[in-house]
């Protein structure tokens, strides 16, 4: 999501501004709601992700901000297969195979 700047610039808000953040090579940090990362995440917890940019960044067992079809969530890699990346939740639920651009930052840290 993006609002307008009185100078007709766009300011990125939410999701939007985390990836952007991430894009440039920032670490984050936000609270994600629901319940299908826990225990292991737990809902509204705070995470911080540091960027992913290469295929070294991650392996099967982290946890990583990403897009599958048109949802944004902070899910498992359970599964890579060439260059795609398998992405469950913490209870099972598989929700598809992406490449690693629409995985955008891993979970360095968790905090209550």
Request: net charge positive.
């Amino acid at each position: 999501m993006s609002k307008k700047r009185a100078t007709g610039c766009p300011v990125l808000t939410g999701k939007a501004a985390y990836i952007a953040r991430l894009q440039a090579g920032e670490t984050v940090s936000f609270r994600e709601g629901g319940n299908s990362m826990t225990p292991r995440i737990k809902s509204r917890q705070k995470c911080t992700y540091s960027p992913v940019r290469s295929p070294d960044d991650v392996k099967v067992g982290d946890a990583v901000f990403c897009k599958v079809g048109g949802n944004y969530f902070t899910h498992l890699i359970t599964a890579i297969r060439g260059d795609q990346y398998q992405i469950s939740n913490n209870h099972g639920h598989v929700n598809g195979w992406i490449t690693l651009n629409h995985i955008f930052g891993k979970v360095i840290r968790i905090e209550d």
